[in-house]
């Protein structure tokens, strides 16, 4: 199996422009979470599906973020429009279940918004 | 209180050491817990599960205690390789019913030659 799988690995951009980050979870993992990782708050739930439905997205910062499932296979966050302050580590991570068995990560996505 | 809190560190140990880590978690109710690792500017990866009996892995050992609500992590042996931030997992139920994992802040282990 390829794991989970993040595009693109790293990510500049101009404040004011709008960022998607890609996510292909395991193949037959039900659960796909999203998350942002920074020095001050470490490992932050954004928003996390079950079989392609967002269950909770109170982790999102605010409207200028989105995240869609549209299948099993295949799932984006977007930033529109993406500030400084958006810059962070983001990965997605998939799972079986409710993780019994963990969570799987992606590489990440390393985004520096300038 | 936080969800779940860790000590930072960093722990400075020499190799073939024994070094402890405690992560303690506020809701009784959390269900899962694990232990991850996570090198420098890589993903975090799952060290191991922690059952309420106890288990081992080699030189890890992780335990679960439910009544004063913290996990543990023993690593004996200590190797140049194990210095990595080590991030413990716990997964509370949330209003809505699913368990979904909340993560530590990690504490990060430097083990010197």
């Known amino acids: 199996d390829a794991g989970v799988i993040q595009s693109p690995r790293h990510e500049v951009t101009e404040m004011g422009q709008e960022v998607t980050l890609r996510c292909k979870p395991i193949s037959g993992h039900d659960y796909l979470f999203w998350y942002r990782q920074t020095m001050m708050r470490g490992l932050e739930l954004l928003i996390y599906f079950n079989n392609n439905v967002p269950i909770d997205d109170s982790g999102m910062p605010e409207d200028r973020f989105s995240a869609k499932m549209p299948n099993a296979s295949f799932s984006t966050l977007k930033i529109q429009p993406s500030e400084p302050r958006d810059s962070a580590v983001y990965f997605c991570?998939?799972?079986?279940?409710?993780?019994?068995?963990?969570?799987?990560f992606g590489s990440g996505t390393r985004l520096t918004v300038v | 209180r936080k969800e779940v809190e860790q000590d930072p560190g960093p722990f400075n140990v020499p190799e073939g050491a024994t070094v402890a880590f405690n992560c303690t978690y506020s809701n009784s109710a959390s269900q899962s817990f694990f232990w991850y690792r996570q090198d420098c500017r890589k993903e975090p990866k799952l060290l191991m599960s922690v059952y309420s009996s106890g288990n081992e892995d080699g030189r890890f050992t992780a335990q679960l205690n439910r009544a004063s609500q913290y996990i543990s992590l023993l690593i004996r042996d200590s190797k140049l390789s194990d210095s990595a931030t080590y991030l413990c997992v716990v997964t509370p139920p949330p209003p809505g019913g699913s368990y979904i994992p909340t993560f530590g802040r990690g504490t990060s282990l430097i083990v010197h030659p």
């Open positions: 991570a998939s799972s079986l279940g409710q993780g019994i068995g963990g969570y799987t």
